[in-house]
């Protein structure tokens, strides 16, 4: 032990308190495989998941307004109501989002995802996958549970069913960091994803770094950033971005349709957006399992990230890419993002930078 490094016993007590914290959260600690059958038909579910989230998107629109007649006909009549007091209340809005989308257990939008009958969706099971040789002490709930999580297929890409699940859950979180808390921090934000990925959603449980669910994050974020579109888009060069809910006529309308064009892209797609691996081990084991499965397959299967694409992504991400983003190959975990340093550096920051409630799973939802 190097002096003054904490003792193990604390890190071990630090990731069972954050395991007791998730628990019964949504639960994205499964691993999806973008290579095996990567060139098997799928359909495309761009259109028919933009309709799955604009329904639940007026669900929750009519819902907010409920609670502000509720809330006037309590505390009001049969004095008028002022607008700016009793009527269009942004958290009502994002109490019903979070619970159409983010509630407990495993997020509706992944859970929808992965009832999709075949031909919509895909899995592959653990054993055929290119984690398959994984051993169960180095990734404890993949092995252990055999839970794969099922792809879809937007344009080019496919996305795993878990990326949804971190879009509305820890988009959620990361909002708060960036946008909500006593000192906003949207760097505070990736380092949030980065410390789950680290712990409880990746190298911990599954001994993978996925810089895919780190992307979703981000672009949770930028979703809950733009339903009332009170603040800059980080993507945007400082421009608000356009917002999908308006307060008009004193209740809230929903303005514009939700696309899921606007927010993924290559980067979801961990064929593309690769992954990093606990130990070399696990590396090797890997790429072994990969390097088999696209030998058998055209070399154009789609999404490949050629070097002008590579650009693009770098460009649309900006200086975030060098967190979000590993476009060259698979790679054992960076020391800095190691769990003990992780622990070490990141933990304490973070949590001092989401406002009181709305720490993850702080408190049920209403």
């Not at 252990?144 to 297929?153: A, F």
């Not at 996925?210 to 974020?221: P, Q, R």
């Not at 930028?222 to 006529?249: K, Q």
Request: hydrophobic fraction near 35%.
């Amino acid at each position: 032990m190097r002096k003054n490094e904490p003792p193990l016993r604390l890190y071990v007590f630090v990731i069972f308190a954050l395991m007791v914290l998730r628990s019964g959260s949504s639960s994205h600690a499964s691993e999806t495989d973008s290579f095996t059958d990567r060139c098997k038909p799928l359909e495309d579910t761009r259109i028919y998941l933009n309709g799955f989230v604009n329904s639940k998107l007026d669900e929750a629109v009519a819902q907010a307004n409920r609670d502000a007649r509720r809330r006037y006909l309590r505390t009001n009549y049969p004095f008028r109501a002022r607008q700016s007091e009793d009527y269009c209340h942004s958290e009502d809005l994002y109490r019903h989002i979070r619970y159409l989308f983010a509630r407990k257990f495993i997020g509706q939008m992944e859970a929808h995802i992965n009832s999709l009958p075949q031909g919509m969706k895909r899995s592959v099971p653990l054993a055929r996958s290119i984690y398959r040789d994984f051993p169960l002490i180095k990734s404890p709930t993949l092995v252990g549970t055999q839970n794969m999580g099922s792809l879809v297929r937007m344009g080019h890409c496919l996305i795993g069913a878990d990326k949804f699940g971190h879009f509305f859950t820890e988009g959620w979180t990361g909002f708060n960091i960036a946008y909500r808390g006593r000192n906003p921090d949207i760097k505070a934000s990736v380092e949030y994803g980065e410390l789950t990925e680290s712990l409880y959603y990746g190298v911990m449980t599954t001994g993978v770094y996925s810089h895919a669910d780190l992307v979703a994050n981000f672009n949770g974020m930028r979703f809950y950033n733009a339903i009332t579109g009170e603040n800059p888009d980080p993507l945007g060069s400082g421009n608000m971005p356009e917002a999908y809910v308006r307060c008009l006529d004193r209740q809230w309308k929903r303005i514009r349709d939700f696309d899921w064009l606007d927010y993924v892209d290559a980067a979801w797609d961990e064929a593309v957006n690769l992954n990093y691996f606990r130990d070399e081990d696990l590396l090797e084991k890997a790429l072994k399992r990969m390097e088999e499965t696209l030998k058998s397959q055209p070399d154009d299967c789609g999404c490949t990230a050629s070097d002008p694409e590579k650009s693009t992504l770098e460009t649309k991400y900006g200086h975030f890419s060098a967190s979000l983003l590993n476009l060259s190959a698979p790679a054992t975990l960076p020391e800095p993002l190691k769990p003990e340093q992780v622990i070490r550096k990141k933990l304490a920051h973070i949590l001092s930078l989401i406002p009181h409630g709305n720490r993850p799973d702080s408190k049920p939802f209403d």
